[in-house]
């Protein structure tokens, strides 16, 4: 199964005139059924999405984030229990731009358990920025991301998807080079393999239309977690037209 999912971010997506774009490029006949098409927009846009049958039968939906915390006073957050009451997928865990403002790898690991204690899939997000990238530790770094997880025997793993996104390649338009991404693919399907898990690998930094092609036939890539170039339904839609 691959999967490419819309990260919309905090941007302003109109998403009537997102899904005529979508719909106007990409029809019956592209349909395809090995591939599941997720959209993470905001909170308000994914209450109000995600119970429209008229979208939901034909997309995924999946919340940017939730609270490590159960019910309760915790406010301005979101729970996992919330995301359960709209039948909620999909959840992304550790994004770089939440671990910017102090999501750790225990939080991750957390929200991991949370997730999967209600049947939500955790996409979790591991990447080295441009400096451990340079001083060629982009391996430890990467390992140092999943070994809470890694170690924890009583979590499901193979309920998770991961989403290697090298913080260099986030929102630069330009992706990693392909050499990069397979090195570090290879190295993670490794490092899963030590642990006998199976587990779905995706692709995420300044993917594009032109790009995507190309990007998906490195081995292991099941897929692409999409900022920028989700936002255009036309473009997005041209993306799901390359798997
Ligand atoms: P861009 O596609 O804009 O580089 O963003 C990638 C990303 O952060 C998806 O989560």
């Not at 957050?77 to 865990?93: A, F, P, Q």
């Amino acid at each position: 199964m691959k999967l490419l999912i819309a990260n919309w971010k905090m941007n302003l997506v109109d998403h009537q005139n997102w899904l005529s774009s979508f719909d106007s490029n990409f029809n019956k006949s592209h349909i395809n059924n090995s591939l599941k098409i997720i959209i993470c927009p905001n909170f308000l846009q994914l209450a109000d999405m995600s119970q429209k049958n008229s979208l939901s039968n034909r997309f995924i939906f999946g919340a940017q984030n939730v609270s490590e915390n159960p019910p309760g006073a915790y406010t301005g957050e979101i729970s996992v229990e919330h995301l359960l009451e709209i039948g909620i997928d999909y959840c992304i865990v550790g994004h770089s731009e939440r671990r910017a403002l102090g999501e750790t790898d225990f939080i991750v690991k957390d929200k991991v358990e949370k997730l999967l204690s209600k049947k939500i899939t955790p996409v979790i997000c591991i990447g080295e920025s441009f400096e451990i990238q340079k001083n060629n530790e982009t391996k430890t770094f990467l390992l140092s991301q999943l070994e809470l997880l890694l170690k924890d025997k009583n979590l499901n793993l193979n309920k998770c998807v991961f989403a290697y996104e090298p913080l260099w390649a986030i929102g630069k338009g330009i992706p990693a080079d392909l050499s990069t991404i397979k090195t570090s693919i290879s190295y993670i399907k490794k490092v899963f393999d030590e642990y006998n898990l199976s587990l779905t690998i995706l692709y995420g930094g300044s993917v594009n239309e032109k790009n995507s092609s190309e990007i998906l036939s490195v081995d292991h890539i099941s897929g692409f977690l999409v900022g920028n170039s989700s936002l255009d339904g036309k473009e997005f839609a041209n993306i799901a037209k390359n798997f």
